[in-house]
């Protein structure tokens, strides 16, 4: 859950930390005095868009950072771990976001930079914020197929199984189009490819032939000034016909040491001179074995020429090296057994292919048989969660409908029809509600959905809005038997449903030396039933007013 909230230098705050607690916090106070301030700051931690308001003073940052108690979620620990983001025996997840004055912002996670996206992942596990004007968006699309798949233990793991169905298929659906339009130019193909790999195979190349040639080419070129060196350097180390080379005078050196057995220092001279003289050796053999590589026959540069010629057109085709050469005539062998077979594993595609069709339409027929009994068993319940929210007449249906083309969720688009008044007919909810009666959907399907929903935090921003009467008495007794089982943070103008509040903050806008800021204060006796007093009836509040706030605190918490 939502544990809390620090926001700084953000449009009317200049620093501001809120704590919530388990059940229902309610956010009052007069209409502009900024609570949806702090809904848009919420909405920035999971993944949202950034303004060009936000910044209070456009010279500072604004930081908006949130922390969560995961301690019992496992879901969560396991996608932070994946993410790179877990802290061993770390109970608590911070998301903080960062809005620079350029407009740019940073994203961390438990102190870890990452991307909007990262934060868009982890939101839907985190909290479900239902914004006042966004309703719609809640029910719309695929969401309506969530709800019944969440509502059914049953459901997920066969939709697992049809979306691993679907990709398959998919797969090897896409990899028989793509032999089918090679059908049409596969001879000419075929030739080309033969072409090709005739004229690397006649080449005969050899991995690194042309470093090596090039390697050589270079020696030939410079045989003369290299063999005049290796003369020069062995003269120096090993053979000087008027003596003076390094190996005569390291071996003077030893005789002279050999002389002198009696002394420790040198006799332990003796072994690395020996070792010199070896190193020497050793040295003097490879140089005359190189100068006896650099006596080349007669012709064997332009041969080379020619060769690496051949090797360089080659290379102007298929690669920048011999190794690229050889690795483009493997696929070209490989793509060739493809074409002269593509035939047969045409036939062997239209077998795997009907295969798993008929896999995937079993599953998918499976599925929307299950999708529909829920449909039916949610139905009810949403629509007694209505008639607890004074809705006594109203119809509604879950309707589940084939989809033009199979999906990766089946078949199956759901939809809700609505009618609020005898004898209406019923038709598709998002376009039939009032916002009021929109509202009370939204807080039925949320409400029947409490003991699957994992989502533990619900934020509304005003869902009361357009709600009046013993309707909304029924709301606010709604939303407190939903903070029962998830931690509710409610913005609210309705005193009906913050007399149910756990936690209460009052938003107020002060001016302070010209400039106006918004700020929270916790309240608690007294100053929360004055408060309520002030949401029944404006500026004049009376002793009867008080009267009436205190018995309705006193009627909602029994």
Sequence with gaps: MLMELLIKNFVLIDELRLEFQKGLNVLTGETGAGKSILIDALGLVTGGRIQDDYLRDSSQKALVEAVFDVSQRGDIRHLLEQEGLYEEEEDNLIISREIAPNGRSTARVNGRTVTINT????????????VQGEQHHFLQGDAYLEMIDAFNPQILPLRDQLEEEYRELQKLTRELETLRNNEQNKLQRLDFLEFQIREIEQAQLQPGEDQELTLKRQRIRNAHR????CQQVLACLYR?????????LLSAALDAIRSLKDDD????????????LVTIQDMAASISSFQNQLDFEPG?????????YTIEKLKSKYGSSVDEILAYLQQAYEEKDQLEFSSERQQVLIQECAKWQERYQETAARLTELRQETAKILENQILNELIQLNMPHIRLSIQIQQRSTPGPQGMDQAEIWFSANPGEELRPLARTASGGELSRVVLAIKTALADTYQVPTLIFDEIDVGVGGTALSAMARKLSQLAESHQVILVTHAPQVAA?????YLIQKEVREGQTLTRVRLLEGEERVAELARMLSGESITDITLQHAREMIAHAAN
């Design 119 to 130: 934060l868009k992942q982890l939101a839907p596990y985190l909290v479900d914020l239902h």
């Design 226 to 229: 290299l063999n005049e060196t």
């Design 240 to 248: 000087n016909e008027e003596g003076g080379s390094a190996y005569d």
């Design 265 to 276: 220092f040198f006799v332990s001279l003796t072994e690395p001179l020996q070792d010199m």
């Design 300 to 308: 064997l540069l332009e041969d080379i020429e020619q060769r690496l």
């Design 500 to 504: 149910y509040a756990r936690t209460h």
